[in-house]
């Protein structure tokens, strides 16, 4: 069979229009890369083969009777295991939810489903979407973390199995995986995408966050997914843009390169890529100053500590009561943590986030993008740990959206990614910048191939 598998989400759309491809060729290639690589990588909960290739065997009839379809009509993708989606189980990597079945999908799914995409199946998820490892394996070396807790998400999407995966951001549980499996992410505005269904982990931090081989695939998917929900507080009554007309690049003007807060705590091997790649950006026209983040980087990281631990708390408390076994532990030491931290010092830290927020608005006033690494080292052994998040968590903090790219590899070929911070509800520039670098720069990603195949 053709290696269809290899195709982005927008390359295979683009063939289906031509009529060069269906929709069931298309998703019958993923599986049979799903069955060669699964068992090493480890990356789905679960996979719904029949009701994948049933919905995309309705699309190629709905498409050959000449009726109305969505913008992603018989693109496949993948879920993180703790976003609902109806008729298939959310177990968010929990033996206490073992066996549940949702009666609806979340409010980002339906509108994915509504543009005509199909739910392959249910990617691996760190438990409750923490700090604690999953099963899953970097494809890039099987030995080594995917990164957490979209681990499954990032893993499938570096190895083939799915041209693009959701995933959820509380600190750095988007980007990071991407990095580390060299693909490319999203983390939007703060309630850019309503979170209606998916499990929470922080009401003050969460975020859905995309994950794909190519900037154009998001920006699709952005485009369908984005705009205001009932069911979702911090989903705001914002414009929804054209994302899509990001595919046009966008050379950023000015710059500002965090180096003095993340270089020093970054690994060698990191530094050292960002340093190079900051240096093409120049040499490429892109007028980079240096500068620092105008709140303390150790204040960032204690109030986010604080703030998301006592949302944790209170979203389990009665469930962690219940079930304080079948927690793991970290995330039994986050709920923990939560239950015990004063009131006045929770309201501190939602107060540095107000102020941080602010000042990093004015930042956006005067530059089109900030530049930092997306992971502190490479990616740690896989049962040790899913790697620091710290990098992660200044943008994740305030709301402001972040992509990563993959800029070089370091020791074992393990990628490394640079992070883009941009304007609140200004993901059209963001994306427009990130697809020159993949233009003019060739930061693209490869799809991996994981060593014991099969």
């Known amino acids: 069979m053709a290696e269809h598998w290899r195709l982005t989400l927008s390359e295979g759309l683009a ?7 269906t929709s ?3 998703t019958r290639s993923l599986l049979e890369r799903i069955d060669g690589c699964e068992g090493c990588v480890k990356a789905w909960a679960q996979v719904d083969r029949g009701g994948a290739v049933a919905a995309a065997e309705e699309a190629d009839r709905a498409r050959a009777a000449g009726e109305a379809q969505g913008s992603l009509a018989g693109a496949a993708f993948g879920a993180k295991d703790i976003f609902d989606i109806k008729g ?25 489903r509504e543009a005509g995409a199909i739910p392959l199946g ?6 409750f979407a923490n700090g604690d490892p999953s099963i899953t394996r970097n494809p890039w070396s099987l030995e080594r973390s995917p990164g957490g807790s979209s681990s499954g998400s990032a893993a499938a999407v570096a190895a083939g199995m799915v041209p693009a995966a959701l995933g959820s951001q509380t600190t750095g549980s988007t980007l990071r995986p991407a990095a580390f499996c060299g693909v490319e992410a999203l983390k939007p505005t703060y309630g850019r995408i309503p ?16 994950i794909a081989r190519s900037i154009e695939d998001i920006a699709r998917l952005l485009e369908v997914m984005s705009g205001p929900d009932p069911g979702d507080h911090g989903a705001p009554d914002a414009e929804v ?22 270089l020093p705590r970054s690994s060698g091997e990191v530094a050292d890529h960002i340093l190079r790649a900051v240096a093409r950006l120049e040499e490429n026209g892109v007028k980079v100053d240096e500068g620092r983040l105008p709140c303390d980087f150790d204040e960032i990281h204690a109030a986010h500590f604080v703030a998301r631990c006592v949302d944790s708390a209170t979203y389990h408390e009665d469930m962690f009561i219940e079930n304080a ?45 900030v530049i930092m690494p997306t992971q502190v080292e490479a990616p740690p052994p896989r049962e040790e740990s899913t790697g620091n998040p710290m990098f992660n968590e200044q943008l994740t903090f305030s709301g402001h959206p972040a992509v990563t790219l993959p800029v070089g590899r370091g020791e074992e070929n393990i990628p490394i990614g640079i992070q883009f911070g941009g304007r609140r509800f200004g993901e059209r520039g963001l994306l427009s910048a990130a697809r020159w670098c993949e233009e003019e720069l060739g930061w693209r990603p490869e799809i991996a191939e994981p060593a014991g195949l099969g």
């Not at 289906?16 to 491809?21: E, P, R, T």
């Not at 298939?88 to 994915?112: F, N």
């Not at 209606?196 to 966050?209: A, E, L, M, P």
């Open 15 to 21: 063939r289906i229009a031509d009529g060069a491809l």
């Open 24 to 26: 069931a060729e298309w």
């Open 88 to 112: 298939l189980r959310r177990e968010a990597g929990s033996p206490i939810y073992t066996g549940y079945v949702p009666e609806d999908d979340a409010a980002c799914v339906a509108r994915l």
């Open 122 to 127: 249910k990617t691996v998820t760190t438990q």
């Open 195 to 210: 979170r209606t269904g998916v499990v929470k982990v922080s009401w003050t931090f969460d975020h859905v966050g995309l």
């Open 241 to 262: 843009e054209a994302y899509t007309d990001a595919s046009a690049p966008w050379r950023p003007g000015r710059a500002l390169f965090l180096r003095e807060d993340f």
């Open 325 to 369: 076994d079948d927690y793991a532990p970290a995330c039994r030491t986050t709920v923990t943590t939560g239950l015990m931290v004063p009131a006045v010092h929770y309201l501190k830290a939602l107060r540095l986030r107000a102020r941080f927020t602010e000042k990093m608005d004015d930042i956006f006033e005067r530059y089109d993008i």
